[in-house]
């Protein structure tokens, strides 16, 4: 199956119109980025990447809250132009290279002991879809599936 990419944001984040409001409204800055590949009827593949640095910020972590949810429906109204149709739309996050869910991922990820680990930061399994967390140089990957009817 051939993939298409359409890059809807870029760094200089300038993206107008509907698409750019509901970027924006569901919380991508101007320092993110997110790509979709059409992968079938009704599916698609979202890669979401903050591409800010830590460098920035003197090495302070900050994170970006995203409402992927949000984000889904309002992609999904505007390819339809607002149209009353009734749809459900399923959200998977999966690892960067969308082969395996997250879940999947992690619980299989070797899990390296050293004497001096560092515990903290934020899990990525705690986020919910409508609160998720981007700091900088995360790269977050979802399968989306629109359910119409």
Excluded: H
């Excluded at 790509?35 to 890669?47: H, V």
């Excluded at 992927?68 to 390819?79: D, K, N, T």
């Excluded at 995360?138 to 629109?146: A, C, D, G, L, S």
């Amino acid at each position: 199956m051939e993939q298409v990419s359409t890059v809807v944001s870029n760094v200089s984040g300038v993206v107008k119109g509907a698409i750019g409001q509901a970027l924006k409204a569901n919380g991508l800055t101007s320092e993110m980025k997110m790509e979709l590949y059409a992968m079938g009827a009704n599916e698609l593949i979202m890669r979401i990447e903050n591409i800010a640095d830590t460098f920035d910020t003197e090495g302070g972590l900050i994170y970006e809250t995203v409402n992927v949810q949000g984000l889904c429906e309002s992609l999904f109204m505007i390819a339809n132009d607002n149209a009353p149709i009734s749809f459900v739309v399923q959200i998977e996050e999966t690892s960067i290279t969308a082969n395996q869910s997250y879940q999947d991922m992690a619980s299989r990820k070797l899990k390296w002991k050293t004497v001096d680990d560092v515990i903290g930061g934020i899990s990525p399994l705690a986020d919910t879809l409508d609160a998720m967390l981007f700091q900088q140089q995360r790269i977050r990957t979802f399968k989306i599936k629109y359910i119409v009817g």
